[in-house]
DNA sequence: CGCCCCTTTGAACATTTTCAACGAACGTGG
DNA sequence: CCACGTTCGTTGAAAATGTTCAAAGGGGCG
């Protein structure tokens, strides 16, 4: 286990104020059906940014003032260990919302940190309070949102930290493939922090698979994979 | 892992209806705050029952007609692996909530059997509806709910998931200590799922602790825990 | 070009799983 | 009341799996 603890330097890039009305992501997003009448209720600015893989959409511990609306990328949770080890609890993707806690003036759980390049809308506690008393639909977003959290964390707990370290790994490629069955994956430390496994047992996953043709690195960790041997994979050994 | 799904014969005993006022573990149930006039809200009955071991408050896919608060005993939730084996991704306990999505509306994600005799509350969704539309406490409430569903989840991951078997053996016995360093404890099988680790190993490690002085049994499944002892354990090896 | 970081690989070692067997506790039915 | 079958906890021994420590190779960046 990974004694260090990285610095990630603030990496972060404002894009401009969000468009919420016209946001390409709407229905999926947390402000899925506000009204018109809902959007006037908003007078704190909602910031559109950039986040560079490595750097930190916010730490735990931190004073939570925001919650963060995935646009694009993919976001790690990570919960640190007392001996120091850190774990990876939830991969976070488009339409995912980090930071939920802030909602409640709760403090963050985790250490939200990009992997992939992230654009974000960070929403101020403030908006978030403010709107959940004025109207039922964010009530019921929201909620829906803790309800997702929590299937999230229980298929985590199930389907990448169950069985041998090759289900696992295959497991965690099929989270990640897209409709024409390529994914972008990532660094051998994070997936072993992932898959409560070491980053040389990851790595020797990884690399066998791509032996045995099941995946197909197109570029330095962008896959082209073998769908259904990996299912079949999977379920056995 | 065991292919057998055990059948769970139906042994729920129906105590009588429920007096929420008057409730002994009213500030840390769901109901903790609701005010007097709340109260009249309600039309449906809210059942109180005993479950005896082995016997479940619900089923992975049961019509979500309701959701129960522990007032008594030890539940788990438990997901079923597509290989049939099973993993218990939760433990609940006095003032736990079970089958919170019936709130929402969605199907069950788990099957919630009783591992200790269990006395339970069963709160109609109907009841949950019309209260959460009505009041806004019952909806803080709930919030607070799946928040603490979710924090439950990500330290079943980092505590239980991670280390050796003796470290995650001796991290769920801390978990289960009641102020005195005593504990009841269950079945090895159970264990393990709860662990990721075999029936077996769960054994070997739990009879290890008992050899070495950590744990003395005082009768069957009831344990005089050597705290401090299990606590270094818990970060070592 | 040289340095650094990441991935990969090897080999010894540790842990866990698997398969098998035994004994105690329990409840049933003779 | 006792014999029997069952379940559960335990243990042994061999095999499989994962970890640890160490080192080599590759790619990107200054």
Redesign the pocket.
């Known amino acids: ?1 990974d004694m260090s603890v990285k610095k990630t330097g603030i990496n972060a890039a404002w894009r401009g104020l969000a468009n919420c009305r016209g946001c390409g992501i709407r229905e999926s997003a947390l402000f899925a059906d506000l009204t018109e009448s809902d959007f006037n209720l908003i007078h704190l600015p909602i910031d559109e940014m950039t986040v560079a893989p490595g750097a930190a959409l916010y730490h735990v511990g931190d004073e939570p003032a925001a919650l963060y609306t995935v646009r694009g990328g993919l976001v790690k949770l990570v919960q640190y260990l007392p001996n120091g080890g850190q774990r990876i609890v939830r991969l976070l993707r488009t339409g995912d919302t980090a930071g939920l806690e802030a909602a409640l003036g709760e403090p963050y759980r985790h250490t939200a940190i990009a992997i992939h390049p992230v654009l974000t809308c960070r929403i101020p506690r403030a908006v978030i309070q403010r709107l959940s008393e004025e109207t039922q639909h964010l009530h019921q977003q929201l909620m829906r949102r803790w309800h997702q959290a929590v299937e999230r964390a229980d298929a985590f707990l199930v389907e990448l930290g169950t069985g ?3 289900a696992r790994v295959a497991r965690l490629f099929l989270t990640l493939v897209d409709g024409h069955g390529e994914c972008d994956f990532f ?3 994070d997936v072993g922090a992932v898959l409560g ?5 990851a ?2 996953a ?3 698979l ?2 045995q043709g099941l995946l197909n690195e197109l570029r330095p ?1 962008r896959f082209q994979c073998n769908v259904d041997a990996l299912r079949a994979l999977a379920d056995g ?1």
């Open positions: 286990m041998s370290a090759r660094g051998r430390e496994i070491t980053t040389e047992t790595s020797r990884v690399a066998e791509k032996r960790n050994p």
